[in-house]
């Protein structure tokens, strides 16, 4: 095993510990949401391995820098304890779904390995910002605008809703 | 690992981290000491050798390693640890992009003063500098304090909303220097541009004559002045400092998010911020005081003088030495406008932060980006 890959399980054996971590711990939120940082730090070292520079650097800097720190916020105010949630119920059901997911897991990784295509060779400054960003002003462009449209059209939302409390 | 990255890495720590933070504690010590009209540090005895106050630093470090490290009773011990370590660790190793010194040639081996020359090199320092948000956010939820909690909220509001507005006054220099790598920025700055070189543009005048000495040289700050006012605002916002020292205060949170920290624990949030000034007067100098460069005296020019005389080895070296020299002297420079700002500015309220942030700095900074983009047309540059 080059450096490389052992990296790339490092950080992927990582995200998915994390990921479960912040799932089954119910005793501390905010510990979960530190959890999920864990999670969107990983991933950007996967990235990282997968030659996906701006990725790997914006996922750093909008999930866990951003978004994250939001959630943490909110959940560090609200100061959850345990018994703030709703008993769990359904558990047998839970468990039932647990085993048709793992069963489903099983019986689909098979074909997942006969079908995954070769690795593709890479072009020249692949993942750099030059490369996305060409990508995502010529190519890309009416995906792009629209998605901005979107995200204005939630941020007005958010203004309108946040202000009929204050009016 | 190769020897000359450990070799730069190891000049690096030693230079900002063993040479700089502590010095700077002591010169905020002594310029807080004449700006009140006191006589300052000047205690530190070392059998009857004080150094004008000098020895203070030492004196300090050896007090938080000796000190009790409490972690109060109720507080999340494992998180009550980590945190501090989360706030100075993407401090130290933000200079790992910053280039202190060009590219030198010896033969065929080419030498970069830098020790990762990534393409992305800002965005890295964004990266991380978001990343160190969570030492201010864990360390006061951790605490198990409220004021700790205050001290951490207002801090974290106030990093993540200058980290917004810090990216995009950054923008305009993107644009002017083609490029996120602040190797290549550096590069790009060690040369002039002539003052009234757009008249021949335009053709409004066939040849400017003498005119064309009047040169400036070709930096960040006189490209983008906008974009540097407003970098170094945000920069400063971003390291809590005065004026923007809002997640600490005396009188109503006491000491904000590091309040229930002592020993060397306290001692790392207390380091990184002295680290933080030196990176960011090391960032302000790679990306609007020319790097490396010395104003008027290109690269080629300097080893070229020297070359024929003492051969190109030395020459090399003489202008390796210079270069890295012009760059610390700027970084002094930097820092000496950030601890003056301190003692100088009044303290600003927490809603005039923020206004400032989201009303003030935000629309300028997007204007810049426009104001910047038509000028580059008009000048037909990088199009």
């Not at chain 2, 300052?40 to 004080?50: E, K, M, P, S, V």
Request: with cysteine.
């Amino acid at each position: 095993m080059t450096a490389t890959s052992i990296f790339f399980y490092a950080c992927a054996a990582l995200a998915v510990v994390s990921a479960l971590a912040m799932l089954l711990n119910v005793r501390n939120t905010v510990a979960s949401a530190l959890c999920l940082v864990v999670t969107m730090i990983s991933l950007a070292g996967v990235f990282l391995v997968l030659d996906a520079y701006l990725i790997a650097a914006l996922q750093i800097m909008v999930y866990a820098g951003a978004i994250v720190v939001l959630f943490i916020f909110v959940v560090m105010l609200l100061n959850l304890r345990h018994d703030a949630f709703a008993p769990n119920r359904l558990i047998p059901v839970k468990f039932l779904a647990c085993l048709l997911g793992v069963w489903a897991l099983v019986r689909l990784a098979p074909l997942f390995a006969r079908y995954l295509p070769d690795p593709a060779t890479l072009p020249e400054g692949f993942g750099g910002y030059r490369h996305v960003g060409l990508a995502l002003y010529t190519d890309f462009v009416l995906t792009f605008e629209v998605a901005s449209f979107l995200l204005l059209g939630a941020m007005v939302g958010a203004v309108m809703l946040a202000k009929r409390r204050l009016d | 690992m190769e020897l000359e990255t450990i070799l730069k890495t190891a000049f690096i720590l030693a230079v900002v981290v063993l040479t700089f933070a502590p010095i700077i504690t002591w010169v905020e010590r002594k310029q807080s000491a004449v700006m009140q009209d006191r006589i300052g540090a000047n205690r530190a005895d070392l059998g009857g050798i004080t150094l004008l106050g000098l020895l203070h630093p030492l004196a300090d470090v050896v007090k938080l390693i000796f000190k009790e490290d409490v972690v109060p009773r109720g507080a999340n011990r494992f998180m009550h640890l980590l945190a501090p370590v989360i706030a100075a660790v993407p401090a130290i190793i933000a200079y790992a992009v910053i280039p202190f010194g060009g590219s030198y040639a010896y033969g065929d081996r080419i030498v970069n003063l830098v020790v990762a020359d990534v393409d992305w090199g800002v965005l890295y320092i964004f990266a991380i500098g978001s990343i160190a948000a969570y030492g201010t956010v864990i360390s006061g939820w951790a605490s198990n304090n409220n004021w700790s909690l205050l001290g951490s909220l207002r801090a974290s509001a106030q990093v993540i909303s200058y980290e917004v507005t810090m990216g995009l006054s950054l923008v305009g220099i993107f644009m002017v220097f083609q490029s996120l790598s602040m190797f290549e920025m550096g590069l790009a700055q060690d040369t002039t541009i002539r003052l009234f070189g757009f008249l021949e543009h335009f053709g409004w005048v066939d040849d400017i004559g003498f005119l064309g000495f009047l040169q400036i040289p070709n930096w960040g700050i006189f490209l983008q002045p906008l974009g540097f006012l407003m970098f170094f605002t945000c920069a400063i916002a971003e390291n809590k400092r005065a004026p923007f020292d809002c997640p600490e205060g005396e009188s109503e949170i006491i000491a904000g998010y590091h309040l229930e920290y002592s020993g060397m624990r306290f001692g790392l949030f207390y380091m990184s911020e002295f680290i933080e000034i030196v990176v960011i007067a090391g960032l302000i100098t790679a990306l609007f005081l020319g790097g490396w460069s010395i104003p008027y005296l290109p690269q080629a020019t300097l080893i070229g003088g020297i070359a024929p005389v003492f051969g190109d080895y030395f020459a090399t070296s003489i202008c390796m030495i210079l270069h890295v020299v012009s760059f610390f002297a700027k970084v002094i420079v930097v820092i000496y406008l950030q601890m003056a700002m301190r003692w100088s500015l009044p303290r600003f309220r927490y809603d005039q932060i923020m206004d400032l942030c989201w009303k003030i700095l935000l629309p300028l900074s997007v204007a810049n980006v426009i104001v910047t983009g038509g000028l580059m047309l008009v000048f037909g540059v990088g199009v």
